[in-house]
T-cell receptor, first 119, second 113 residues
Framework: AQSVTQLGSHVSVSEGALVLLRCNYSSSVPPYLFWYVQYPNQGLQLLLKYTSAATLVKGINGFEAEFKKSETSFHLTKPSAHMSDAAEYFC?????????????????FGQGTILTVHP | SQTIHQWPATLVQPVGSPLSLECTVE??????LYWYRQAAGRGLQLLFYSVGIGQISSEVPQNLSASRPQDRQFILSSKKLLLSDSGFYLC????????????FGPGTRLTVT
């Protein structure tokens, strides 16, 4: 089974500072990787996805992530944080589940990183 | 474009009462459908998965059940709620296939008292 580890359950930055959220994956096959954002009491919104094309992936709201196979990493970055970026961020890897003998595609999520932005 | 709806948005129920949460998807056909639960500080737990009408699978035994009476409708139920059923319930959909992104609904906040 595939897995992801998000380093740091809480990250705090000042407005205008670089945002770096770390994600490392474990996968026995070339992975498809995703970053989601969740604002309080809302569902998850897809930020970006890596599907084995370009290693640098650009997403919405100025975020981007770089796939590094040698480091098994897919860190999320944004050059300048805004107050509106405060949220919880989840890294996910495509996986194959098995329920009742039936295989199906699923996502395996990290535990999440809460980003706080200070004025 | 596709949209996903969940209701109710919030729910407070006593222990032992029944539960029914509904999820519907618009703008697509034959989607994969998922139910997740988020408990405080515990990340996302996949509860149920469905590839078609009447086809429900669960990886985690629990007090809950799911049904898919129509192609784009997914229902989460319980006959008797436990305190441990409290949490934020999210419905999601994806296209058929593997290695695909999922799109999430707005969620239902369930508090069991």
């Amino acid at each position: 089974a595939q897995s992801v580890t998000q380093l740091g359950s809480h990250v705090s930055v000042s407005e205008g500072a670089l945002v770096l959220l770390r994600c490392n994956y474990s996968s026995s096959v070339p992975p498809y990787l995703f970053w989601y954002v969740q604002y309080p009491n809302q569902g998850l919104q897809l930020l970006l996805k890596y599907t084995s094309a370009a290693t640098l992936v650009k997403g919405i709201n100025g975020f981007e992530a770089e796939f590094k196979k040698s480091e098994t990493s897919f860190h999320l970055t944004k050059p300048s944080a805004h107050m509106s970026d405060a949220a919880e961020y989840f890294c996910a890897v495509s996986d194959l589940g098995n329920a009742g003998g039936t295989s199906y595609g699923k996502l395996t999520f990290g535990q999440g990183t809460i980003l706080t932005v200070h004025p | 474009s596709q949209t996903i709806h969940q209701w109710p948005a919030t729910l407070v129920q006593p222990v032992g009462s029944p539960l029914s949460l509904e999820c519907t998807v618009e703008g697509t056909s034959n989607p994969n459908l998922y139910w997740y639960r988020q408990a405080a500080g515990r990340g996302l737990q996949l509860l149920f998965y469905s590839v078609g009408i009447g086809q429900i699978s669960s990886e985690v035994p629990q007090n809950l059940s799911a049904s898919r009476p129509q192609d784009r409708q997914f229902i989460l139920s319980s006959k008797k709620l436990l305190l441990s059923d409290s949490g934020f319930y999210l419905c999601a959909w994806s296209k058929q296939g593997i290695r695909l992104e999922q799109y999430f609904g707005p969620g239902t906040r369930l508090t069991v008292t």
